[in-house]
């Protein structure tokens, strides 16, 4: 049986417990205590996409804060633009924005209340109160985690895209946004009018020089209305850039029910692996709470720790991903434990990834590959192979492409890298190799279906063509023929003896 580690609810006695009723979870809730006082917390963050990984990562590393008793005018201003964070506002509303974060690894889970966010905005279409909120001098940082496919980027440049419906709409009506970034040039406009310091706006999604883009997409958007305004941001405001990791599952069935043996009443249970690393760029002029003192590592140096994530951890979830899926494989960690899909995984990271990522600071990164396989093995995590195959279209040009990119201008091997291209394309068609349909796994999932089966049918250089995931590659003659050849074998042999022959000729 699996060890548990949990703060349990004091004696009623405790005065401890007694002597401030914010400083724990009511019975109603069912939640271990918060072991400081939260009514001693002022909000200096206000956070923009409260889903799971912002819960079990920025807000974790607050609440450590906390818990020392430091930063107590950092908490955290949860907010939303969309209709899920309406749902998550309604359901953290009635939980007094406590909510748990089980930590699971072999053999053991540690639970843990989380406090540092102490309200969350109304969500509205127009964004007034969220603009109010950023518009308040205490806020010295605004964050974001809303997901890799939210900054507006153009598919085939991966710049901003200012022809986006959404960012054009906000244009038109710059006092009324519907967007993030809309709404955080509101509120900037307001911080300059009251001769007030703008906050630093810290991305915390998955994405190469996530700052940078993020600056793009503000000042992009903000040029289209005021470009005098656009002119004092990109002279102004800090955008830092950072690395965000931790693996972090969907709640779904298997997350709740774990939360109910625990004996935790919490509509909003969050799990994720005992790992977490937070890199960034160390440029907040308003200030910025000691995160160094919980294990954030501040550097100037993000974009080589970045580089490397994304090309090992997430090109190797990618790479995983796809094999188990046709496979029909359910789990992560049961993908794993498929010596083959192993085994493939684990030469194309030594010999078509690692060769093309640069050195990075007291990291070995043969050392990193090992720790990565060792966390997508933990079983107790049990996240899913779907969830890692969703969104290939926006994931794959910055997880996959980029290393088959560098490996064929330095001449090194690539064709485990286009085999995997190979096996996405066949996942694509909507069958795994076991007979089972695979539902719509994509944004794009009617444009990925089609060409899936146009590249089986006819022209399988119609996969490569698709310039919003490969760019230039797509007019590669020689990559299109070994394309070609792959995707033939994954057809004709399946995917298994594809990888298996790929293997031998190593």
Same mark, same amino acid.
């Given at each position: ?198 906050? #630093? /706006? +810290?991305?915390?999604?998955?994405? @190469?020089?996530?700052?940078? *883009? ?8 903000? =040029? ?122 684990? #030469? /194309? +990271?030594?010999?078509?990834?690692? @060769?093309?990522?640069?050195? *990075? ?8 590959? =090992? ?136």
């Amino acid at each position: 049986m699996p060890t548990v580690s949990c703060l349990l609810p004091k004696a009623p006695g405790d005065t401890a417990m007694t002597s401030n009723p914010e400083t724990i979870a009511p019975a109603s809730v069912g939640l271990p205590n918060v072991d400081y006082n939260r009514s001693a917390l002022a909000p200096g963050i206000v956070h923009i996409g409260c889903g799971n990984f912002h819960r079990a990562h920025m807000a974790v590393y607050l609440d450590d804060l906390h818990l020392a008793g430091a930063a107590q005018d950092w908490a955290i201003l949860a907010s939303g633009v969309r209709e899920d964070d309406r749902h998550m506002r309604d359901i953290l509303a009635g939980q007094k924005f406590l909510y748990s974060v089980i930590e699971v690894g072999p053999g053991h889970q540690t639970v843990r209340t989380i406090g540092a966010i102490t309200d969350f905005i109304a969500v509205e279409d127009e964004n007034a109160a969220l603009i109010a909120a950023m518009s308040d001098p205490t806020i010295r940082i605004v964050s974001l985690t809303v997901t890799e496919g939210g900054y507006f980027l153009d598919p085939d440049t991966g710049t901003f895209d200012a022809a986006s419906p959404e960012i054009a709409a906000d244009a038109i009506m710059p006092d009324h946004p519907r967007t993030a970034f809309g709404a955080i040039i509101a509120a900037l406009r307001t911080r300059r009018e009251l001769g007030e310091l703008p906050f #630093a /706006v +810290l991305s915390c999604d998955n994405l @190469p020089h996530n700052g940078n *883009v993020t600056r793009d997409a503000v000042v992009g958007l903000c =040029r289209l209305s005021d470009p005098e305004l656009a002119k004092w941001i990109t002279e102004e405001v800090a955008f830092p850039n950072s690395m965000v990791d931790r693996i972090t599952p969907a709640t779904g069935p298997h997350q709740r029910a774990l939360a109910a043996e625990l004996g935790l009443h919490d509509a909003a249970p969050v799990t994720c692996e005992p790992f977490r690393q937070w890199v960034i760029e160390d440029h907040f002029p308003a200030g910025r709470p000691p995160l160094e003192r919980v294990g954030v590592i501040f550097t100037d140096r993000v974009d080589a720790y970045e580089l490397m994530k994304i090309r090992i951890l997430n090109g190797g979830h990618a790479i995983l991903a796809y094999c188990a899926g046709l496979a029909g494989i359910e789990f992560v960690h049961e993908g794993m434990r498929d010596p083959l899909i192993r085994r493939f995984l684990e #030469a /194309v +990271l030594d010999h078509e990834v690692i @060769p093309n990522v640069p050195p *990075v600071p007291d990291v070995d990164l043969t050392t990193y590959k =090992r720790q990565v396989l060792e966390r997508f093995d933990n079983p107790e995590v049990a996240d899913t192979i779907r969830r890692l195959c969703f969104d290939g279209s926006n994931r794959q040009p910055k997880f996959i492409v980029p290393s088959l990119r560098d490996g064929l201008a330095a001449g090194g091997k690539t064709d485990g890298l286009i085999l995997l291209s190979a096996i996405w394309c066949r996942y694509c068609y909507g069958e795994d190799e076991i007979g089972a349909t695979i539902a719509p796994n994509d944004p794009n999932w009617p444009e990925l279906q089609a060409q899936a089966r146009l590249a089986r049918l006819s022209e399988p250089e119609a996969w490569l063509n698709m310039r919003k995931v490969y760019g230039e590659l797509g007019t590669d003659t020689a990559l299109n023929q070994r394309f070609a050849a792959a995707l033939g074998s994954v057809w004709c042999n399946g995917s298994r003896q594809a990888m298996e022959t790929y293997l031998r000729h190593l």
